[in-house]
């Protein structure tokens, strides 16, 4: 028998997933108060045999430790361990974090709060790891804060074997991003990889262990290489990390590459048009009104479209300003 029971956990979907008598739990569900009780009483006494978490955002992982007090192993690919042992984010992230935001052309005003928004990330980051549950945050996504006990996955994803559902590296959304796939039914569980109604941004992040000046991962373009696959794969039924679960999924994926094709052209034509940009100037001219009051998003939805212009080989930079690519190689000769 083959059958799935969805668990809402405030803004999370959590899915229990029977397979031939092996109960896997896709993702471990995040950790605000009353969370495991609120899992326990859907799940009833019976354990999964092994959780996975399709990344190692907190929202998604924040319950591994829990899981593995209780005996369950937790399945995580291992370029997100660092997300899990508190490792990452590291002060060198922080830091790098810092450089971007005083090269990325912005005016001082917005550069000083985006700081500020960076130092209340580290210490939200630190509150998460220890102690107690903060407040809710003001989007109400979940009763209280969220905490993420620091924990060791049990094993990597190739590790995790359960006959019949296959755990797919899809990197992007994070270094170690995965989707779980159930071939025989159709089945796709796709964390934060696809979710309905809206076409995710990826963060500005760092690659696991990078430091430098190439800290960054290029995340957009990794992100929709793991679309284009999951269109290959033509599942019948989406299961989303948040929201409810959709069919029609090749429509859902060609909806998301399509918008972000519409938003690189967009990039692209004011590339040529104003010459070399920096990452701020373009994200004024692309999102005038939103770039102050989101900045976070803002920049890095246009740094990703720049990054895939990059990818092929559409734009050029020399570390702080961009250009289309042509009207670099003219400017030179
Ligand atoms: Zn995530």
Known sequence: MRDVTAVSLGDNSVYLVTLDGARVLIDTGPDFRGAAAAIEEVLGRRLPDVVVATHGHLDHAGLGAWWQARGVPVAMHRLDWPLATGEEPSAEEFAALERFVQDCGAPADVALEALAGIEARRRWSAEARSGDYGPAGRDR?????????????????????VPGLELIHLPGHTPGNAVAWVQSEGWLFSGDQLLPGLTPTPALQGHHGAGGPDWRLRSLPLFLDG?????????????????????????????????TKQRAERALDILRAAGPCTV???????????????????????????????????????????????AASASRS
């Open 280 to 326: 701020y100037q373009l994200a004024e001219a692309l999102y005038p009104r939103a770039v102050r009051r989101r900045f976070w998003q803002i920049v890095a939805t246009v740094q990703g479209l720049l990054d895939l212009l990059e990818a092929r080989g559409q734009a050029v930079n020399d570390g702080v300003r961009w250009e289309a690519a042509q």
């Open 227 to 259: 679309l284009r696959r999951i269109r290959e794969l033509a599942p019948v039924r989406c299961f989303p990390g948040h929201g409810e679960p959709f069919g029609d999924v090749t429509a859902v994926v060609d909806t998301n590459l399509a918008q």
């Open 141 to 161: 996504r979940w009763p209280t804060g969220l905490r993420y006990v620091p924990f060791t996955p049990s094993r990597g994803l190739e590790a995790a074997v």
